[in-house]
Nanobody, 124 residues
Framework: QVQLVESGGGLVQAGGSLRLSCVGS????????MGWFRQAPGKEREFVAS????????QFGDSVKGRFTISRDNAKNTVYLQMNSLKPEDTAVFYC?????????????????WGQGTQVTVSS
């Protein structure tokens, strides 16, 4: 079993920044890929970013490219999502996900464990 706990969400004005963190436990965290997804009310869960086991391979959703970055600290079992230039349309619950593979992926079906989510609200 893998447990994932997200933190760092909150209320921010448009143009501002937030950094989300996700701490994992229960497996050799550093050997597996991680991802961030988000879900706004009434919408499907959307891919945001993913990172491979070593931190070298990264993928981003089209709507966040150039504004969000993903990184990981395997010594701390933690993956981060740095969000800059936030927009009201970024408002959603953000979820951290663990993939039983070394390589990043974009689909929710490719991930095996999920956190409970953290709310991000961007005001205009």
């Amino acid at each position: 079993q893998v447990q994932l706990v997200e933190s760092g969400g909150g209320l921010v004005q448009a143009g501002g920044s937030l950094r989300l963190s996700c701490v994992g436990s229960g497996r050799t965290f550093g050997s597996y890929a991680m991802g961030w997804f988000r879900q706004a009310p009434g919408k499907e869960r959307e891919f945001v970013a993913s990172i491979g086991w070593s931190g070298t391979l990264k993928q981003f959703g089209d709507s966040v490219k150039g504004r969000f970055t993903i990184s990981r600290d395997n010594a701390k079992n933690t993956v981060y999502l740095q969000m800059n230039s936030l927009k009201p349309e970024d408002t959603a619950v953000f979820y951290c996900a663990y993939r039983d593979s070394r390589f990043p992926a974009r689909s929710t079906d490719d991930y095996d464990y999920w956190g409970q989510g953290t709310q991000v609200t961007v005001s205009s």
